[in-house]
């Protein structure tokens, strides 16, 4: 996708985790928890526009004036990218856009464990439930690591039918996993997919485990 040129010089560097687009004057970097502003990447609101809807156009998902917030996946060389955006107007004086980076590799628990993540008694609670296949949820703040814990902790039972049910791709599971996303409703507010629908839909696909990506309301 041609549009993703323009985040280049901020992604090439790999300890950005996070982009912040607050206006067409303003961006921000996260880079270890912190956050740093940066030469701004679009010369006027117009432009800044112009790009977020051609980023969402590319990857099938709708952003205007009857549907001005929204988010998309975008799988890069720089790795998984999530990317919400918000037009200027009811909702928001200026467009703004949010991306977040997720590495293409996954990590495994013992690399989480060595890097302090999580500790040994985490660990083996985590290997627990994996073993008596027991329900489990991972809860905490925005950027708290719950998508890099989920994937490690998938990773361990990679060969086993996982069914993940995601609003957008970003799990990205390696193994015997299969990836389904919900759908918006189109103008005439038909044509939905919901979580639910998905999950009715995943019991009858023989899965060893089921996965909702993410749980908000």
Do not use: Y
């Not at 006027?44 to 549907?67: I, K, M, P, T």
């Not at 989480?112 to 489990?136: C, G, R, W």
């Not at 189109?186 to 993410?214: F, Q, S, W, Y």
């Amino acid at each position: 996708m041609h549009e993703i040129e323009k985040l280049k010089p901020l992604l090439a560097d790999e300890r950005v985790t996070d982009i912040l687009i607050t206006s067409s004057s303003k961006t921000q970097v996260e880079i270890s928890g912190r956050l740093t502003e940066v030469e701004p990447l679009f010369e006027n609101e117009s432009q800044l526009r112009s790009w977020a809807q051609a980023v969402f156009s590319s990857c099938g998902g709708r952003l205007d004036l009857s549907q001005p917030l929204g988010e998309v996946s975008v799988p890069t060389d720089f790795g998984l990218l999530r990317i919400h955006a918000v037009l200027a107007g009811e909702c928001s004086l200026d467009t703004q856009v949010s991306i977040r980076r997720h590495p293409l590799r996954s990590l495994s628990l013992q690399e989480l464990l060595a890097t302090n993540s999580i500790n040994l008694n985490q660990l083996q609670l985590i290997q627990t439930i994996l073993l008596s296949k027991e329900n489990f949820v991972i809860v905490g703040g925005t950027g708290a690591g719950k998508t890099t814990l989920l994937r490690a902790i998938l990773n361990e039972v990679s060969s086993e039918r996982i069914l993940t049910l995601e609003e957008n791709f970003e799990l990205a599971l390696a193994g015997n996993a299969v990836a389904l996303k919900t759908r918006e409703s189109n103008h005439e507010r038909a044509g939905a997919i919901t979580l639910k629908t998905l999950l009715r839909n995943a019991l009858r696909m023989r899965p060893d485990r089921i996965v909702i990506g993410e749980a908000r309301g």
